[in-house]
């Protein structure tokens, strides 16, 4: 399944790129963007099997999640502990900001959002997810890529929105409780707790280089600097095994050294 990766990005090295700043994409720049041409090749044929491997559209990602986090059952933003789609809030001692209902339960978050990924195909300026998700292969595979997507809790997979992750030049004070991740919505931002930036960084540098998605100069110099100082975990390593059980293809940012320091230089 490695062939599937390399034909992705065959496919898309031919598109033409732009470069937002300062996230992979700004929401502030979307009306002045073109977008990326479509693929002249094919990509590859997606399974829609809970048995079969290969890539899977978003829908059928989420079939197969549950098996994937079987065991690492952790919400990403908080480390909350859950059970099925319900998250035990006491267990990081997190609180709803809000929303109760949205933020007692689990949702699968995209690392980089399909916002991101959608604003740089042509499928979004047509007909906006729906047309991406429906006619666009590429699109398809990045948004059910299985190395791109984690358990949040909803409350604050909502509050993030497609907000870049970055650093707040403040202290900001805590939103969920204890809960170290903070959102700040004037700026666009989301700081997340220390012990995941690690992880983020590495997934977001496996879809800027796997989908040819623009990077900015200031975002990637943050990627590389978090994935250096906060390495590969137990929890991450695991996660990337079942991946391959499931997709094939994991992400080589977690596995291999010499990805990170190639990209990072």
């Known amino acids: 399944m490695r062939l599937v990766i390399l034909i992705v990005a065959g496919t898309l090295a031919g598109c033409s790129t732009f470069h937002p700043s300062p996230a992979i994409v700004s929401e502030r ?8 041409a479509q693929p002249a090749a094919s990509v590859a044929a997606q399974v829609n099997s809970k048995h079969e491997v290969g890539p899977r559209n978003f829908a059928n990602a989420k ?17 909350c502990k859950y059970i099925g789609t319900v998250v035990h809030l006491s267990s990081c001692d997190a609180k709803p900001r809000k929303n109760a209902i949205r933020a007692g339960r689990i949702e699968w978050e995209h690392v980089v959002p399909a916002w991101v990924i959608g604003h740089q195909r042509q499928c979004w300026q047509a007909g906006g997810r729906k047309d991406c998700t429906e006619n666009d292969p590429v699109f398809q595979l990045a948004e059910g890529d299985l190395n791109n997507l984690v358990p949040a809790i909803g409350e604050i997979n909502g509050d993030r929105n497609n907000f870049a992750y970055g650093t707040l030049s403040r202290e900001p004070s805590p939103m969920y409780g204890s809960c170290a991740t903070v ?3 004037k700026a666009k931002s989301v700081q997340p707790r220390p012990e995941v930036r690690g992880r983020l960084a590495r997934i977001t540098l496996y879809m800027s280089q796997t989908y040819k998605l623009a990077l900015s100069a ?12 906060y390495p590969v975990d137990d929890w991450e390593r695991t996660r990337d095994q079942r991946i391959v059980r499931w997709q094939g293809t994991g992400n080589p940012f977690v596995t291999d050294p010499a990805v990170l320091k190639s990209a990072c230089r």
Do not use: N
Not at 29 to 36: F, L
Not at 218 to 229: I, P, Q
């Open 183 to 185: 959102v700040d919505f």
């Open 63 to 79: 079939k197969v999640l549950p098996a994937v986090f079987a065991g690492l059952e952790e919400d990403i933003y908080c480390g």
């Open 29 to 36: 720049s979307a009306p002045h963007q073109q977008p990326v």
């Open 218 to 229: 200031k975002d990637k110099k943050l990627m590389c600097a978090w994935a250096r100082t």
